[in-house]
């Protein structure tokens, strides 16, 4: 006699799932959000003596169970860090990457998430297999970045795929050492049937990959999207599976970004790396007080008529980072930054000394027609 597939009702906002459809949520409160999803069919009678071993029913994410060890007698020569190519990104990440560790990188629309994995597994690709799945565009889009970044092409392999089945068999193989899946939010499965994106697919399928990742040694990279608050996307689950969570931040007018460490195993997350977004894409900003005038500069600019420019420096991590403030050119007196929000800028400007283009603190100066002060900045 054929088992009766069993089936339940998953929240896509939350993840919580229920025995039977209902209206709202009990636990967040959304209201229409339960999807029915299969569950596969259950092997066995679940129970331990039914013949099946533990370890062959449920592997978890770190590969097969094993017996109890001493802590001491573990050998960590056997996870050797290795470079991606990029100090600012070695150092947010720890020193490097870690094989079999899970790394989400996530970030507003045109950050340069992609980029910054493109340009990481050309790198890698001269020394290592690597494999860069791509579900949100071509492999001619692709390949047209590349060669405008001018990027070495020829050991990359590409590959255009949103079932998770499909990319673990084509990684299973071609075996690389370094997988990137871009990105999580458009990866399916077959065994659930809701739309891609929704809680359960996300969780599923990362899952899916960090399982394979973890009993190959292979370095998994998931691009992950963010809502409109900056958080990342998805079930909060997805970032207790993985291993390092990323963010690339960067406004629309800005040149600069910033990939700062969220949460890290294998390292600290006070950590901050800065890119330049060019013309040949990501480049690594070892100095940034080099990007910001200094007191010459200052001097031709207040000749010019365009004084007011003060510059200063601020704690990010262990590293500092440098500021630039200027008159907004307002009637009114605004504070105003560019890569940096509203209230933390504002805090910093009043926190700051009142001291701007070499004028005394509190000084009030007449130009243009208007009042200007220590207080317009920007």
């Known amino acids: 006699m054929a088992t009766k597939q069993k089936t339940a009702f998953v929240c896509n906002d939350c993840g919580s799932d229920y025995v039977k459809w209902?209206?709202?949520?009990?636990?967040?409160?959304?209201?229409?959000?339960?999807?029915?999803?299969?569950?596969?069919?259950?092997?066995?009678?679940?129970?331990a003596g039914a013949g099946v071993p533990i370890g062959d029913k449920?592997?978890?994410?770190?590969?097969?169970l094993q017996s109890a060890r001493i802590l001491k007698d573990i050998d960590l020569q056997d996870l050797p860090r290795f470079s991606s190519g990029a100090e600012e990104f070695d150092r947010v990440l720890g020193g490097g990457l870690v094989p079999g560790s899970g790394i989400l990188i996530g970030g507003n629309p045109g950050a340069g998430k992609s980029t910054l994995l493109l340009q990481t597994m050309c790198h890698l690709a001269r020394s290592m297999d690597a494999l860069y799945v791509t579900g949100?565009?071509?492999?001619?889009?692709?390949?047209?970045?590349?060669?405008?970044?001018?990027?070495?092409?020829?050991?990359?392999?590409?590959?255009?795929?949103?079932?998770?089945?499909?990319?673990?068999?084509?990684?299973?193989?071609?075996?690389?050492?370094?997988?990137?899946v871009d990105s999580i939010q458009v990866v399916h499965t077959d065994?659930?049937?809701?739309?891609?994106?929704?809680?359960?697919?996300?969780?599923?399928?990362?899952?899916?990959?960090?399982?394979?990742?973890?009993?190959?040694?292979?370095?998994?990279?998931?691009?992950?999207?963010?809502?409109?608050?900056?958080?990342?996307?998805?079930?909060?689950?997805?970032?207790?599976?993985?291993?390092?969570?990323?963010?690339?931040?960067g406004s629309d007018d800005a040149r600069f970004r910033t990939l700062r460490g969220q949460k890290n195993r294998f390292g600290a997350v006070n950590e901050l790396g800065i890119f330049a977004m060019t013309e040949q894409g990501m480049r690594e900003v070892?100095?940034?007080?080099?990007?910001?005038?200094?007191?010459?500069?200052?001097?031709?600019?207040?000749?010019?008529?365009?004084?007011?420019?003060?510059?200063?420096?601020?704690?990010?991590?262990?590293?500092?980072?440098?500021?630039?403030?200027?008159?907004?050119?307002?009637?009114?007196?605004?504070?105003?930054?560019?890569?940096?929000?509203?209230?933390?800028?504002a805090a910093g400007c009043s926190a700051s000394p009142r001291r701007v283009a070499g004028g005394r603190p509190g000084r009030i100066r007449q130009r243009g027609g208007r009042r200007q002060g220590a207080g317009d900045q920007r």
């Open 58 to 64: 449920r592997s978890g994410f770190a590969g097969s």
């Open 286 to 345: 070892k100095n940034p007080f080099r990007h910001f005038p200094r007191p010459r500069q200052r001097a031709r600019l207040r000749q010019r008529g365009d004084g007011g420019v003060g510059g200063d420096a601020s704690a990010a991590g262990r590293d500092p980072g440098a500021g630039r403030r200027q008159p907004a050119g307002q009637s009114a007196p605004r504070r105003r930054g560019a890569g940096a929000e509203p209230p933390g800028h």
């Open 191 to 249: 065994e659930i049937a809701s739309a891609p994106g929704s809680v359960s697919q996300v969780r599923e399928c990362a899952a899916y990959l960090i399982r394979y990742a973890k009993q190959t040694g292979t370095v998994l990279f998931l691009v992950g999207h963010v809502t409109k608050d900056g958080s990342l996307a998805g079930p909060k689950v997805l970032e207790h599976m993985i291993d390092c969570s990323i963010l690339l931040e």
């Open 136 to 180: 949100e565009e071509s492999l001619q889009q692709v390949a047209m970045r590349a060669q405008r970044l001018q990027l070495p092409t020829d050991k990359l392999r590409l590959m255009s795929e949103t079932n998770v089945e499909a990319i673990v068999a084509a990684a299973q193989e071609l075996k690389p050492r370094v997988l990137v």
């Open 22 to 47: 209902q209206g709202q949520c009990s636990d967040c409160g959304a209201w229409n959000t339960l999807t029915e999803i299969r569950l596969g069919p259950e092997k066995g009678s679940g129970r």
